[in-house]
């Protein structure tokens, strides 16, 4: 388990990487005025915000389920997917601050516990069936004449 203040796999803490998703997304000038602005390499920065961009469809459905099941409104699409992402994810803090103990938090850390720390993780499903102690890779399905279906 991950502090609140990390991410996965990532050495910044979570404030700034959600400093420069927020700026790039409301589009205050790009990924290099906000890697400056929080004094990170242009290079990372662009990392966070490509990978936030892959997995916005998924973030956005989540934090908006999670604002829904914690007694908020629903989050209805606002722009573009990161945008949208962006939105559950203010909707679902904001709903959250009305439990005891999240306010305190701050809206990035909360994102980051509620996650486990995998906002911005890659994929890390394996392609293998474990079996024991044996990994095997699950056959392709087939549709009979020896081609993939």
Not at 12 to 38: K, N, Q, S
Not at 63 to 78: I, N
Not at 119 to 146: F, H, I, Q, W
Request: glycine share 14%; hydrophobic share 50%; net charge neutral.
């Amino acid at each position: 388990m991950l502090p609140a203040f990390v991410l996965c796999g990532r050495l910044d803490a979570v404030e700034t990487i959600g400093a420069v998703a927020e700026a790039v997304v409301a589009g205050l000038g790009g990924v290099r005025p906000a890697a400056a602005a929080v004094e990170v390499p242009q290079t990372t920065a662009r990392g966070w915000v490509r990978r936030f961009g892959t997995r916005a469809s998924a973030l956005a459905v989540g934090f908006a389920a999670l604002a829904v099941e914690l007694g908020g409104e629903v989050v209805t699409g606002v722009g573009d997917v990161t945008a949208q992402a962006l939105a559950a994810i203010a909707a679902a803090f904001e709903t959250a601050r009305a439990l005891p103990g999240w306010e305190a938090l701050g809206r990035w850390r909360f994102v980051s516990a509620v996650s486990g720390g995998t906002l911005l993780a890659t994929n890390t499903n394996s392609p293998y069936l474990v079996v024991g102690r044996r990994r095997v890779m699950p056959p392709v399905p087939t549709d009979g004449t020896g081609g993939e279906t």
